[in-house]
């Protein structure tokens, strides 16, 4: 079996390849949190490529077998859980952070759910259908997260904020990558906004109808600042530099949703992303936050409500 400084060397450059802005924020992390976001963030990428035909969250392609990727990611996913060596460190990494920190397998199969939309060719008809998948795909990430930082997968009220900040995260991504989603035959949007903005299903790159799109980029912009403002609050109770890494989390990725709206018409001529400086401002203005530890105090009236198991 694979020494667990090997399959944590291969997540931390895992994260390092596939993602600057939770690079960046992990580092922000104690050593023991800071690996375990590492192998946790290994093995959910390892999955998403898989079922995205990428490598590292690169340039996507159209998948021919997701039937029998997700076969794969479930395979591999429960030898792993089972505590079996997979031949694929990113999910010898969930067996281990797992083990280690005590994720629920309820965790971990509502993720690979989400996995199966995918594979399922699925494509929200309403409001609710985009958050339920937002959760599948990134909202019980965040609940994986909370534990990993030390939260009792029993608290239920932390639980729901961590939530809210992995749809926070989702909605920005999918107002950034409306354009790259409609390349591969895939589209988030839900139905029913497509219904009421007059818009024919596949058409909505149409030059014509950019507008129209841009007026769904603001309505996923003000998603994210909702769900980004109550995840806030969840923080405050989490330690001092899990805190300041999940504050500065949420300012960059909020801040892709805050360009894709800004950027109105033009938002998906390039590929929206946060600069260097951009992330270090936010590095520095989280520590702020983090030491203030003063959130605005907003309740989760009217939010999406994650399943309960």
């Known amino acids: 079996m694979t020494d667990r400084a090997a399959i944590v060397a291969a997540a931390a450059d895992s994260i390092a390849r596939g993602s600057k802005s939770f690079a960046l924020a992990s580092k922000l992390f104690d050593k023991t949190t800071r690996e375990h976001a590492w ?36 395979f591999l996913t429960n030898a792993a859980l089972d505590g079996q060596a997979t031949g694929d460190l990113a999910f010898d990494a969930l067996g281990l952070v797992a083990r280690e920190c005590g994720i629920p ?3 971990v199969d509502d993720h690979i759910a989400g996995f199966a939309l995918d594979a399922e060719d699925w494509q929200p008809r309403t409001e609710h259908d985009l958050l339920r998948y937002c959760y599948h795909v990134a909202g019980v990430v965040g609940c994986m997260m909370a534990v ?5 997968a029993r608290d239920e009220d932390t639980l729901d904020r961590a939530c809210d900040l992995g749809l926070a995260f989702q909605l920005a991504n999918i107002a950034r990558d409306i354009s790259e989603d409609d390349v ?20 909505h790159m149409r030059p014509h109808f950019r507008s129209r799109l841009a007026d769904m980029a603001w309505w996923l912009a003000n998603m994210v600042g909702e769900y980004e403002t109550s995840a806030r609050v969840g923080a405050r109770t989490l330690p001092f530099r899990s805190r300041w890494a999940v504050l500065a989390a949420a300012g960059i990725y909020g801040d892709i949703a805050r360009k894709v709206d800004a950027l109105d018409h033009a938002a998906w001529d390039h590929r929206v992303a946060t600069t260097k400086l951009e992330k270090a401002g ?25 399943p309960k198991n």
């Open 282 to 306: 936010w590095v520095v203005q989280a520590l702020g936050q983090a030491v203030i530890n003063r959130p605005m105090t907003v309740g989760r009236a009217g939010l999406w409500e994650r």
């Open 148 to 152: 990993v930082m030390g939260v009792d």
């Open 184 to 203: 591969v035959g895939r589209c988030y949007l839900p139905v029913d906004w497509l219904v009421e903005a007059d818009i024919q299903p596949g058409e």
């Open 105 to 107: 397998r309820r965790f």
């Open 39 to 74: 192998l946790l963030y290994s093995w959910c990428r390892r999955c998403d490529d898989l079922a995205d035909g990428q490598d590292h969250g690169g340039e996507r392609q159209i998948v021919v077998d997701p039937m029998a990727r997700l076969g794969t990611i479930r």
